[in-house]
């Protein structure tokens, strides 16, 4: 599966998982390694971020009925190459 495809079902997956009201559908499409640093709010890492995730979803989705619309515009995949050295010799 390439980049391009794994990024769209991802959305795909986030759009449906907040249409439906699912919580714990929205949580899994975030990796274990989630931070949350949401603006004028506490920053949480890891399985905590994940934790207070759930709970605000459950808010959200208690108090109103949700509709999210993702657009993606553009890919742009960019590998950096380092080379150190290390192996080549100078003659």
Do not use: C, P
Not at 1 to 10: E, K, N, Q
Not at 40 to 59: C, D, I, N, P, Q
Not at 70 to 86: A, P, Q, Y
Request: zero cysteines; a positive charge; hydrophobic letters at 40%.
């Amino acid at each position: 599966m390439d980049d391009a495809y794994s990024i769209r079902l991802a959305k795909t997956e986030l759009r449906d998982a907040y249409n439906q009201g699912n919580v714990y559908r929205v949580v899994a499409v975030y990796a274990d390694a989630y931070s949350d640093m949401s603006a004028g709010l506490a920053s949480f890492y890891g399985t905590e971020a994940k934790t207070v995730l759930k709970h605000r979803l459950k808010k959200l989705f208690t108090r109103y009925h949700v509709e999210l619309a993702v657009t993606i515009s553009r890919f742009e995949f960019r590998v950096h190459w380092r080379l150190t050295g290390v192996g080549t010799s100078s003659r």
